[in-house]
């Protein structure tokens, strides 16, 4: 169904945007979470936060398989998903590790909220400054 969609440029403009509020929406979650001290809240909270993350991954991954030249798609797509998935964990994971034994697990996931918040922000206004979509291709 996205497939077909993503042929229709007016859809791919209202993605872009959705994947800005997912982003808002994964950075308010994890905030919550980071303060929560009840089991049944932080499991609950972990739902609306998993579906932000999977919205945020799977609509960058379809706008870039719209935007992008045919004949670079496959290196693009690689390149995110190396870039997104290994190379964030392997910088994020220690990083905040180091500081959650500095500043405690709470302030470092409210941190790293803070930041979720500010480049979904950055992208949301970015994305409403000018948003063109480079090229469909069918």
């Not at 209202?14 to 929406?25: K, T």
């Not at 918040?117 to 400054?129: F, I, N, P, T, V």
Request: charged share 10%.
């Amino acid at each position: 169904i996205i497939a077909n969609k993503t042929a229709d440029s007016s859809f791919v403009k209202l993605l872009r945007q959705y994947i800005g509020y997912a982003g808002v929406l994964f950075a308010i979650c994890m905030a919550a979470f980071s303060f929560t001290e009840s089991t049944a809240l932080s499991l609950l909270l972990m739902i609306p936060t998993g579906f932000a993350m999977s919205a945020v991954f799977s609509g960058s991954q379809a706008v870039l398989q719209v935007e992008v030249d045919n004949r670079v798609r496959g290196a693009f797509t690689a390149m995110f998903y190396n870039f997104s998935y290994f190379g964030m964990l392997a910088l994020g994971g220690p990083l905040l590790g180091h500081l959650a034994t500095w500043l405690g697990l709470p302030v470092t996931m409210s941190l790293a909220a803070t930041c979720c918040l500010a480049a979904s922000g950055w992208y949301l206004l970015r994305e409403r400054a000018h948003s063109p979509v480079i090229a469909v291709h069918n």
